[in-house]
């Protein structure tokens, strides 16, 4: 399978703690997106690349979050101090260059705040 | 960003079709009509798009109308598979506008047997 694939599944953490996600795109991919979604609502933006620069960033996207796509292929999404509101699924996204192109999601990262 | 209108829920019985609406009453000439859906405990999918004419695919059929203020996607016969939340998102394409999907929140679509 050559879908968008996310790792963890899930993640469990402590309050204050720092988490890490990755997200590995689809091979001929250059976009790459970050979206979260919690319970009962759509995913929301929170930032978004091409190749390797970071282009557009969320208001949603606090200090405490950074996102890297070091060479252009996989991105790391970390969240530094977490906190009882950053309880939400991460999904990741990713599309060919052109805007007509549809962006294709993995099955997300859930991430739990204890 | 022009704005979609979707009802929160739907029923359908399986192996009938299902016509999904979505309203956008302030589109402009240059925002497309997406729809993805999401299953459950899965990342959204992309079904179909189109601008001005009616499009079909393996999965869909979309129906646009024709002052393109409203659209209805359409599963021409609907599988418990199918259950699932659907999107309807106008996407701008032109220089300097937004890449990202602007998600509300949706159509829970269930599959009655």
């Known amino acids: 399978d050559t879908g968008v694939s996310q790792d963890p599944r899930h993640k469990i953490t402590k309050r204050g703690q720092n988490v890490t996600f990755r997200c590995d795109p689809i091979?001929?991919?250059?976009?790459l997106y970050w979206y979260r979604q919690t319970l009962g609502q759509g995913p929301e933006f929170l930032t978004y690349?091409?190749?390797?620069?970071?282009?557009?960033k969320s208001r949603l996207l606090s200090d405490r979050f950074s996102a890297e796509r070091p060479k252009g292929s996989f991105s790391t999404l970390e969240i530094q101090r977490t906190e009882q509101g950053d309880s939400a699924m991460y999904l990741c996204?990713?599309?060919?260059?052109?805007?007509?192109?549809?962006?294709?999601f993995g099955d997300g990262t859930r991430l739990s705040i204890l | 960003d022009a704005k979609t209108t979707q009802p929160n829920s739907m029923e359908s019985n399986e192996e009938e079709p299902v016509h999904l609406p979505c309203n956008h009453s302030?589109?402009?000439?240059?925002?497309?009509i997406h729809w993805y859906r999401q299953l459950p405990s899965q990342g959204p999918e992309y079904v179909i798009h189109?601008?001005?004419s009616n499009v079909n695919n393996r999965m869909a059929s979309l129906a646009i109308a024709e002052d393109r203020k409203s659209s209805t996607l359409i599963l021409h016969r609907a599988t418990l598979r199918d259950a699932a939340v659907y999107y309807c998102?106008?996407?701008?394409?032109?220089?300097?506008?937004?890449?990202?999907?602007?998600f509300g929140s949706g159509t829970q679509l269930t599959v009655l047997p």
């Open positions: 302030t589109i402009s000439g240059t925002d497309y």
């Open positions: 189109g601008l001005t």
């Open positions: 996204a990713s599309s060919g260059p052109s805007d007509f192109q549809p962006q294709h």
């Open positions: 690349f091409q190749n390797e620069a970071q282009l557009e």
């Open positions: 998102i106008l996407r701008r394409i032109s220089s300097g506008s937004a890449r990202q999907l602007t």
């Open positions: 091979s001929e991919h250059n976009r």
